[in-house]
């Protein structure tokens, strides 16, 4: 057999002749159980003359329902092996031995007497490896056995390296069909009945047909029935059709016990009642045999039982059990019981046995349809559950958004009344709120109407119970077995079961969502749960909208209480420097009149028991009025005392007339605000504001007037400040000058007598010459270095003077280049000392060069003054950069100071060191703080004795 073209190719062409258009019978086969195939291949064997056709009606049906693959039918030919008589597609030789001479005859013989189908799902040896693709990679071997002749059929998957149940199950049918196909056509040749009465049981010559004919009709009915008992009994049917003379019988094991299910022929009456009550598991061996060994069991002759079973076999010739496996497990046994004795050929026995693998297919279908019809059911159940909850998550992505914008508590309500009534279906659902002191349905579903639409917008007393115990657990409630009389509410009789979910407003009661159902007296967990999340939905819906309102209303507040900051901003810097306090509260009376409609404001201030006006802007619009306020206001006039006595605001929307206030004197006042002024704590007059129209002094408003006269509060607060500093500042000014004064004063008025002193001195050592003795040397030397002393203090007093009246001249100055030229000067007088200078990373600063190199210069010659007992000096300058400014250090080796008295070192005359042991004027120091605190820096000192000292100042970087 020639092969042409690629291997897919040749399977394609192969397969094409057999795949034309199909039949209506390939198309039901292919979506068929696999019984059906096989109702329909016994169906259409029965037109088969020819073992050909029988083959290619199979081969057909398998290439239709297992695509890609390669069907072969071959027949063993003793020691030779097998020889292929059809194949699905043209095989090479090498093929054909590789498919089924590959696996040793002996194999696949055994296969075949041991009458079990067999897979190889896990890739066949006996696969060609010049298969199309070279894909091969499952089989499966079907043995035929008809007479003495053995035969195979087999399929190769190419594709697919396992088989699925469905697919086995089509191979099998198929492979049953077409043996019972080939034992019809071969019957003549093959067919042996000994011993066996032929008036009774059909012989195996007459079985062939009949039971082609009653299959063909038992598998048509098969398909019709769904109720596992009645495709029992449809197989028993056929089973004493073609076993006359008996009955047939069908058990199920129910707790250890033989139940009969189903019952066709009439055993003996005397066994009926036995048959009936059922029989225990161990009484039965026929039953028990076929169901712990799945396969079934015959006998010619009843065997040797116990009572009572004895008894129920005695009349029985022949007997066989037929276990029903479905999925390869029991659920029942079929007992075929004949009157007569009967040698059960192997025809007869393939013909119970593929009775009950047909009857076993069949109610294994049923289940599976039985199944599908459930999950069919549910799957309805489901879509119209997601459908619901579909519509619900749209109602709560509604609700959601509405929630989020602002919305009306009529709107939310209704729309958590639409989600129950979508969620839940047959509910009826109200929102109450309180009115009138009434609980009064706001939203009701459209289910509620008359009587009881009526009486719930009419309204239930707050008492009510229904009503009133909600607010008592401040939580939803559940009422099961809902009774309308004890419950309160009228119309309600016809309902089972009620919810309601309180909502509070300022932990107060505020509404009420209600749900109720006619349809049953207890709510179910899920009826619970979704109450429970509408509510609690609702619930936060409503706290968001009033969140939202109080939001605007604090908006406008806030709005309002910016103009007034705003204004009273631009008051501050218009009257930064004004001190006047009733200039101050003019100004406030403007801003408020700004803020507000046609009116007037006047400031009062107590005097004698008598409110006298001090400020006031606006006309009062009345002569008489005026001149009554001018004239100064009794103390409980007009409600000024109340408020004063009281210590708050006090506000009138609008302005009876009274004795003190006559209609024709203040009539066209409508509505007043009295507001106390406070300065430091301290009530100090009342701010009132009137208006010619009515008003309802809102909250906003409120906020305005008490905003406006707090922040006027504090700007006479401050202004008083101001007013006290600059008294203050006037006196210090005024003490420095005459400090400076003074120190000028005394400076050069002690210039004179030192001169004197010295001068003096030195004509009297003049004229002793040389009669001068060594006491009067040293009087003379103390008076001259006293002299001298003083002309240092009186110069560092005139120093320390013009440091703090001379002006500064900022500009940017190099402390490294500064620094050097203080070390030069410095060296000049250190002759025969040894100096170690270490000088860093000196910025450049703004300030005044010249005081900054006299605060170098005392900070250096200290540090040499005090380290000149030390071996060698040893001076540090560096700087280190802050945040806001620049700390320059200078650090030496000497004697050190004690650091108890380092507060002493900045002060003007302080030395922490005698005279005798380091001279000085005690100035320097001072000089340097009073420069450095002019430059705006800080000064400060770190010492320990004997371990030198470091000084530092700071200086603030610009801007």
């Given at each position: 057999m020639p092969a042409d073209g690629t291997p897919k190719q040749q399977r394609d062409n192969q397969a094409a002749p057999r795949r034309t258009k199909p039949t209506e019978r390939t198309r039901l086969l292919q979506q068929a159980r696999p019984h059906d195939a096989f109702a329909t291949l016994l169906g259409t064997h029965a037109q088969s003359t020819t073992l050909e056709q029988a083959v290619l009606l199979a081969f057909a049906l398998l290439q239709d329902g297992l695509p890609d693959t390669t069907a072969v039918y071959a027949e063993a030919q003793g020691a030779a092996g097998w020889y292929v008589h059809h194949a699905s597609r043209t095989l090479t030789a090498e093929h054909e031995h590789q498919l089924l001479l590959g696996r040793p005859p002996s194999t696949l013989r055994e296969v075949t007497l041991a009458r079990e189908a067999y897979f190889f799902p896990e890739g066949d040896r006996t696969a060609p490896t010049t298969a199309p693709d070279n894909a091969a990679l499952s089989s499966g071997h079907y043995p035929l056995s008809f007479g003495s002749q053995l035969a195979l059929l087999s399929?190769?998957?190419?594709?697919?390296?396992?088989?699925?149940?469905?697919?086995?199950?089509?191979?099998?049918?198929?492979?049953?069909?077409?043996?019972?196909?080939?034992?019809?056509?071969?019957?003549?040749?093959?067919?042996?009945?000994?011993?066996?009465?032929?008036?009774?049981?059909?012989?195996?010559?007459?079985?062939?047909?009949?039971?082609?004919?009653?299959?063909?009709?038992?598998?048509?009915?098969?398909?019709?029935?769904?109720?596992?008992?009645a495709l029992v009994q449809r197989a028993q049917q056929v089973a004493l059709s073609l076993?006359?003379?008996?009955?047939?019988?069908?058990?199920?094991?129910?707790?250890?016990?033989?139940?009969?299910?189903?019952?066709?022929?009439?055993?003996?009456?005397?066994?009926?009642?036995?048959?009936?009550?059922?029989?225990?598991?161990?009484?039965?061996?026929?039953?028990?045999?076929?169901?712990?060994r799945r396969e079934a069991c015959y006998t010619t002759q009843h065997p040797e039982v116990a009572p009572p079973m004895s008894a129920l076999v005695g009349s029985v010739g022949s007997m066989a059990s037929l276990p029903v496996l479905i999925e390869g497990q029991p659920v029942g046994v079929l007992l075929v019981a004949l009157f007569q004795?009967?040698?059960?050929?192997?025809?007869?026995?393939?013909?119970?046995?593929a009775l009950v693998r047909t009857l076993g297919l069949a109610m294994e279908r049923a289940a599976q349809l039985e199944h599908l019809e459930t999950q069919r059911f549910a799957l309805q159940r489901r879509n119209q559950e997601l459908e619901e909850e579909r519509a619900a998550l749209n109602a709560f992505a509604r609700f959601t958004e509405a929630s989020t914008q602002?919305?009306?508590?009529?709107?939310?309500?209704?729309?958590?009344?639409?989600?129950?009534?979508?969620?839940?279906?047959?509910?009826?659902?109200?929102?109450?709120?309180?009115?009138?002191?009434?609980?009064?349905?706001?939203?009701?579903?459209?289910?509620?109407?008359?009587?009881?639409?009526?009486?719930?917008?009419?309204?239930?007393?707050?008492?009510?119970?229904?009503?009133?115990?909600?607010?008592?657990?401040?939580?939803?409630?559940?009422?099961?077995?809902?009774?309308?009389?004890?419950?309160?509410?009228?119309?309600?009789?016809?309902?089972?079961?009620?919810?309601?979910?309180?909502?509070?407003?300022?932990?107060?009661?505020?509404?009420?969502?209600?749900?109720?159902t006619r349809h049953a007296h207890a709510w179910t967990e899920r009826e619970r749960l979704v109450f429970?999340?509408?509510?609690?939905?609702?619930?936060?819906?409503?706290?968001?909208?009033?969140?939202?309102?109080?939001?605007?209303?604090?908006?406008?507040?806030?709005?309002?209480?910016?103009?007034?900051?705003?204004?009273?901003?631009?008051?501050?810097?218009?009257?930064?420097?004004?001190?006047?306090?009733?200039?101050?509260?003019?100004?406030?009376?403007?801003?408020?009149?700004?803020?507000?409609?046609?009116?007037?404001?006047?400031?009062?201030?107590?005097?004698?028991?008598?409110?006298?006006?001090?400020?006031?802007?606006?006309?009062?619009?009345?002569?008489?009025?005026?001149?009554?306020?001018?004239?100064?206001?009794?103390?409980?006039?007009?409600?000024?005392?109340?408020?004063?006595?009281?210590?708050?605001?006090?506000?009138?929307?609008?302005?009876?007339?009274?004795?003190?206030?006559?209609?024709?004197?203040?009539?066209?006042?409508?509505?007043?605000?009295?507001?106390?002024?406070?300065?430091?704590?301290?009530?100090?007059?009342?701010?009132?504001?009137?208006?010619?129209?009515?008003?309802?002094?809102?909250?906003?408003?409120?906020?305005?007037?008490?905003?406006?006269?707090?922040?006027?509060?504090?700007?006479l607060e401050r202004a008083e400040a101001v007013r006290e500093l600059q008294t203050q500042q006037a006196q210090l000014q005024a003490a420095n000058e005459e400090l400076e004064a003074f120190a000028y004063s005394v400076s050069h008025d002690l210039r004179t007598p030192v001169r004197h002193i010295t001068g003096f001195s030195s004509l009297l050592r003049q004229a002793l010459g040389a009669g001068l003795d060594r006491k009067t040397e040293k009087y003379l030397s103390v008076v001259e270095g006293a002299a001298g002393r003083m002309n240092s203090l009186i110069d560092a007093m005139l120093e320390l003077s013009r440091t703090s009246r001379l002006p500064l001249r900022l500009e940017t100055v190099n402390l490294a280049e500064l620094m050097e030229h203080v070390r030069q000067e410095c060296e000049a007088d250190l002759a025969g000392r040894q100096v170690n200078w270490k000088v860093s990373g000196l910025p450049e600063v703004q300030g005044d060069r010249q005081t900054l190199h006299q605060?170098?210069?005392?900070?250096?010659?200290?540090?040499?003054?005090?380290?000149?007992?030390?071996?060698?000096?040893?001076?540090?300058?560096?700087a280190e950069e802050h945040e806001h400014g620049w700390a320059i250090f200078v650090r030496d080796n000497g004697v050190g100071f004690d650091p108890a008295h380092g507060s002493k070192l900045f002060g003007v005359f302080q030395r922490l060191h005698r005279q005798e042991e380091f001279e000085g004027t005690g100035v320097g120091l001072a000089n340097v703080r009073r420069i450095v605190h002019r430059h705006g820096g800080q000064v400060w000192a770190e010492g320990r004795p004997e371990e030198g000292a470091t000084f530092g100042f700071s200086l603030p970087k610009p801007g």
């Open positions: 399929v190769v998957q190419w594709n697919r390296n396992t088989w699925d149940p469905a697919d086995q199950g089509l191979f099998l049918a198929v492979g049953r069909a077409l043996n019972w196909a080939l034992a019809r056509l071969r019957a003549p040749e093959h067919v042996r009945t000994p011993d066996r009465p032929t008036d009774t049981v059909h012989s195996d010559a007459q079985l062939a047909p009949d039971v082609l004919r009653e299959f063909s009709g038992l598998l048509r009915d098969l398909s019709l029935h769904a109720a596992p008992h076993f006359p003379r008996g009955y047939a019988l069908y058990y199920e094991l129910h707790a250890g016990q033989w139940r009969c299910q189903v019952q066709l022929g009439a055993p003996p009456p005397e066994l009926q009642a036995l048959i009936d009550a059922g029989l225990a598991y161990n009484d039965a061996p026929m039953l028990v045999c076929a169901w712990t004795r009967n040698v059960w050929s192997a025809a007869q026995r393939t013909v119970l046995e602002p919305a009306d508590v009529t709107t939310l309500a209704r729309l958590a009344v639409e989600i129950l009534r979508i969620s839940l279906r047959d509910v009826s659902v109200g929102y109450y709120t309180l009115s009138d002191g009434r609980w009064k349905a706001l939203v009701l579903s459209e289910d509620i109407d008359g009587a009881a639409a009526s009486r719930a917008r009419e309204g239930f007393l707050p008492d009510t119970p229904s009503f009133a115990s909600p607010f008592l657990v401040r939580g939803p409630s559940f009422v099961d077995g809902w009774n309308a009389d004890r419950e309160g509410v009228e119309h309600t009789e016809d309902y089972g079961a009620g919810a309601q979910y309180p909502y509070l407003d300022g932990g107060e009661p505020g509404g009420l969502l209600t749900m109720g429970r999340a509408v509510g609690r939905s609702l619930e936060l819906a409503l706290e968001r909208a009033a969140t939202t309102v109080a939001l605007q209303r604090q908006a406008v507040e806030l709005e309002a209480r910016a103009q007034i900051l705003e204004a009273f901003a631009a008051l501050s810097r218009d009257l930064a420097f004004e001190t006047d306090r009733y200039a101050l509260i003019r100004s406030a009376q403007e801003i408020v009149c700004r803020l507000l409609p046609s009116g007037y404001a006047v400031y009062y201030e107590l005097h004698e028991d008598l409110w006298y006006p001090k400020a006031q802007t606006g006309n009062l619009r009345s002569g008489p009025l005026q001149a009554m306020v001018n004239a100064g206001l009794p103390r409980e006039a007009l409600g000024l005392g109340t408020s004063w006595a009281a210590r708050r605001p006090w506000y009138q929307d609008s302005f009876p007339e009274t004795a003190e206030a006559p209609r024709d004197l203040m009539g066209h006042v409508q509505a007043r605000a009295i507001l106390p002024l406070e300065i430091g704590g301290n009530m100090v007059g009342l701010f009132c504001v009137g208006l010619f129209q009515e008003r309802h002094w809102t909250p906003t408003d409120r906020t305005v007037l008490e905003t406006a006269v707090r922040n006027l509060g504090l700007a605060v170098l210069v005392n900070l250096i010659s200290n540090a040499l003054k005090y380290s000149r007992t030390r071996e060698v000096s040893r001076i540090d300058v560096w």
